[in-house]
Nanobody, 128 residues
């Protein structure tokens, strides 16, 4: 399984960024995003099931962040996106895409232990 994330960068508070993560090798699995700010634990952001649902967000990101995915039919690849709007300085972190273990239930999306593989991370910096 390979995951490659893109789209990080620097933005001012109130701005938007769209992250994307290309997944190959086991694409029909739940995909998600976590983030890790300096000095903090890696935390759950959002996840989306293989068919586009179920979807779960961390409460503080609901309404600002939107997760979506595109499953290619022929080559076994999927892409997961994270649209981030109304960004705040506290959203500054390295964002990691993740593929979950088989049969991970929605109630377990926020647990790092249910992640099978991680992408390399992409840095998002939000300035005030």
């Amino acid at each position: 399984v390979q995951l490659q994330a893109f789209g990080g960068g620097s933005v001012q508070a109130g701005g938007s960024l769209r992250l994307s993560c290309s997944v190959s090798g086991r694409s029909l699995s739940t995909l998600g995003w976590f983030r890790q700010a300096p000095g903090n634990e890696r935390e759950f952001v959002a996840a989306i099931g293989w068919s586009g649902g179920p979807i779960k967000y961390t409460e503080s990101m609901k309404g600002r962040f939107t997760i979506s995915r595109d499953n290619a039919r022929d080559n076994g690849q999927s892409t997961v996106y994270l649209q981030m709007n109304s960004l705040k300085p506290e959203d500054t972190a390295v964002y990691y895409c993740a593929i979950y273990k088989f049969n991970t239930g929605q109630q377990s999306f926020s647990r790092k232990t249910t992640v099978a593989s991680w992408g390399q991370g992409t840095l998002v910096t939000v300035s005030s």
